[in-house]
């Protein structure tokens, strides 16, 4: 609470019978105009003044933002909780874990390792959609997630009652976005704070990107990295320039036909295409009444995908509609309107904010669309489809030398939240091994199931059809739309496809409610779309693999075969890895597509099959009436539903119960766990920081290209037998078939270093035409290849620094903290790139890496950087002196291993360290090191 309060904004709001103590907004002159979004930061800044990080004047420059000028100013952002999944929040809480036996060992209390934000985590990642189309996929898909993630849900448990002000949901409850909509978020918080009650907005971040889902519901939120949502746990506040934001205009009314699904890909491909990265997003106007909660989710949802911090709808009476809907209780729903009115956050479409530019879409111009084959952004219309598929597959085989060969199916790269590319231009390929891609011309392969089932499958099958993610299973619009069609075609007779793997993965139990209300259960089983799981599947990677028989074909003669799902992420190898081209859809279309059984196929003049009297079925036949699926959700989704679902919530079931859970304060470590170890990050550290030094004598561990991702950095996916990680699970005694994925493993600091780099679609350009984690080891002689976990080893003995060299964009796509922990740990004192992606910059810093680029316009290549040659940078003992530099001087030299007649390169780096308060972690060598001083 401020303990400043410059501005006199400290008031008393009633409602009913309690009083609130608030912070005014309207004491800040220019509040009027501001977006939504910066109102809510304004609230902020004002509640949390403090004098020192938070001031007067960063409250004033809020108040007279200015739309167009470039952010330069920098606010600290306290949220008021922080969400998390599985896989992103093991390692949160394994670091707490560590930092208390830090604490003791320092003298301090261990007790005061607590959240000081509600921290609340929601197990949905690690479901697999191991079975799929029978009725006990769901049980057995269950039984092998506790088969599989045992030791980490008993650590999750311990964590439960260990930690004041941490909820676990516990697996089988359904996606976290959705839970975060339905159950957890409060819109208004209250909070008691030194005997007053306090009320102010809902904010959050969360360890995964999506969690700007929230935004629909009117609270600001968005996904940072785990070593952030640590900090944000602690105490710390969210270091950030006060952003751009885009105004847009919704108008009109979405079409018969038309779902949301195809409005959220329109909105995608139009920010994509207006460049919205690190600006928040804020739609407005007459239009955003008519926007259903779930659509505003739909739409928030996908922000990553558009590249926006944020994406924001008001709140207004279809809020608070929700609000009652989901269970939330009488007195939280006033609460929300008596303080969203009090505080101007009230959606008013007469009085338009100003906002930095402008866009508009007529929701009646949208048209029912796709996205594919490898990035959200590509929407093709229905209608050209067909056409836009046979052009793609020629794309394919035109860069088969430029084309991953996925076919490897133990090394496929799943990943949480996954890789954007570049705004414009193709995702960044890498050469592979082999020289074949698909072949474009017709390859019919025949397939004999152990059922004796037979067909041939060709390019563009459907290997996959799945009712997925975040992003459409919380929308009952597109479910019962879903289900509807559903009914429709089993009447009429049609079937999926023998060789389509269907798979349907609610996003909370609720939907699974009101399917069996609405009588639609069965007609979905009919088409094999049996519910797998309550959990994040396909969209993530966990699509669980094919047939064997169809795997085996597909590799057999290289088909280029499809998914389609219901998701928000398509990248390549993301889904599966036989599986080279994958569609996003909406729900009604995946099962739409699963009928059709290919990509290559025209909805309009292709038919589904045939009806019982021999006649042609098309999907116009089949498609649901609008006026139809509103009269279902309105006869078939009541406030009981959520009711009765989130009454226990936090309990889990038997085999949750059962679990042996440890107990007491400090974690006992169990040091056979292949899951949880203690990680190294505090050992022999002292109260008294170490004071920064320059960098000299630093070989290039990787020399690295455009885009790269934080998926390429640290995988999430299948770990190989014979890279390291694999290595070293071997030698603790785990079978292969446990070695379960790099995402379940965070936990364990040892496989994530060897993992670290280990993608099979990273291209060290320090070796030619070599794809994965490999580099040259420069402490032998003739610089051999090795794995770049062996070489940093091997570094690191001797005592040489290692810094990084790579282009455009660098660390794009999730927000996944173990990219920065795995790069530290590695032995990487400085990274040098073209640029950075917002999160793994400052997530290096977290970890004591320092973020370098490149002078404007200049690259590794434009200087004649090899990676050969030994570095050495000052001018960053200047952080001893309290000053951040705004460059630092490199100089490469060639060494024995660099080609003859090869220059010294000399160039003044850029200081990515943009904030005081990353300039404090830096020279505490990491935040968790600054928070735990700062704490004792």
Known sequence: MSAVNTFGAKSTLTVGSKDYTIFKIDTVDGYKKLPFSLKVLLENLLRTEDGANITADHIKALGGWDPEAEPDTEIQFTPARVIMQDFTGVPCIVDLATMREAVSSLGGDPDKINPLAPAEMVIDHSVIADLFGTEDALERNTDIEYERNGERYQFLRWGQTAFDDFKVVPPGTGIVHQVNIEYLARVTMTREVGGELLAYPDTCVGTDSHTTMVNGLGVLGWGVGGIEAEAAMLGQPVSMLIPKVVGFKLTGAIPTGVTATDVVLTITQMLRKHGVVGKFVEFYGAGVAEVPLANRATIGNMSPEFGSTAAMFPIDDVTLDYLRLTGRSEEQVALVEEYSKAQSLWHDPANEPVFSEYLELDLSTVVPSIAGPKRPQDRIELSHAKGQFEKDLVDYADISHDLVDLTISESFPASDPGELSPEDGHSHHVHTHHSHAPKTASSPTPVKLQDGTDFVIDHGAVAIAAITSCTNTSNPSV??????????????????????????????????????????????????????????????????????????????????????????????????????????????????????????????????????????????????????????????????????????????????????????????????????????????????????????????????????????????????????????????????????????????????????????????????????????????????????????????????????????????????????????????????????????????????????????????????????????????????????????????????????????????????????????????????????????
């Open 479 to 936: 479910m019962l739309a879903a289900g509807l069609l559903a009914r429709n075609a089993a009447a009429k007779g049609l079937k999926a496809k023998p060789w389509v793997k269907t798979t349907l993965a609610p996003g909370s139990k609720v939907v699974t409610d009101y399917y069996e209300k609405a009588g639609l259960t069965k007609d979905l089983e009919a088409l094999g779309f049996y519910t797998v799981g309550y959990g994040c599947t396909t969209c993530i990677g966990n699509s669980g693999p094919l047939l064997d028989e169809i795997s085996q074909a597909v590799n057999d003669s290289d088909l280029a075969v499809t998914a389609v799902l219901s998701g928000n992420r398509n990248f390549e190898g993301r889904i599966n890895p036989d599986v080279k081209m994958n569609y996003l859809a909406s729900p009604p279309l995946v099962i739409a597509y699963a009928l059709a059984g290919s990509m290559n196929f025209d909805f309009e003049v292709d038919p589904l099959g045939t009806d019982a009297d021999g006649n042609d079925v098309f999907l116009k036949d089949i498609w649901p009436d609008a006026a139809e699926v509103q009269q279902t959700i309105d006869s078939s989704i009541n406030e009981g539903m959520f009711v009765h679902q989130y009454a226990s919530v936090f309990e889990g079931d038997e085999r949750w119960k059962s679990l042996a859970t440890p107990t007491g304060s400090v974690f006992e470590w169990d040091e056979k766990s292949t899951y949880v170890r203690k990680p190294p990050y505090f050992e022999g550290m002292t109260l008294e920081t170490t004071p920064v030094s320059d960098i000299t004598g630093a070989r290039v561990l990787a020399k690295l290209g455009d885009s790269v991702t934080t998926d390429h950095i640290s995988p999430a996916g299948s770990i190989k037998a014979d890279s390291p990680a694999g290595k070293y699970l071997n030698e603790h005694g785990i079978d292969r078939k446990d070695f379960n994925s790099y995402g379940s493993r965070r936990g364990n600091h040892e496989v994530m270093i060897r993992g670290t780099f280990a993608n099979i679609r990273l291209r060290n350009q320090l070796l030619d035409g070599v794809e994965g984690g490999y580099t040259r080891d420069f402490t032998q002689a003739d610089g051999p290849q090795s794995f770049i976990y062996d070489a940093s080893q091997n570094y690191q003995a001797q005592g040489t620094p290692l810094v990084v060299l790579g282009g455009k964009e660098y660390g794009s796509g999730s927000s996944r903290d173990w990219a920065a922990k795995g790069t530290s740990l590695l032995g990487v004192r400085a990274v040098i790139t073209e640029s950075f992606e917002r999160i793994h910059r400052s997530n290096l810093i977290g970890m004591g890496v320092v973020p370098l680029q490149f002078p404007a316009g200049e690259s590794a290549d434009s200087l004649g950087l090899d990676g050969t040659e030994s570095f050495s940078i000052t001018g960053l003992e200047e952080l001893n002196e309290g000053r951040t530099p705004k460059t630092v001087h490199v100089v490469a030299e060639p060494t024995e291993h660099s080609p003859a007649g090869k220059q010294v390169v000399e160039f003044d780096a850029v200081v990515r360290i943009d904030t005081p308060g990353e300039a404090d972690y830096y020279r505490n060598g990491g935040i968790l090191q600054y928070v735990l001083r700062s704490l004792v």
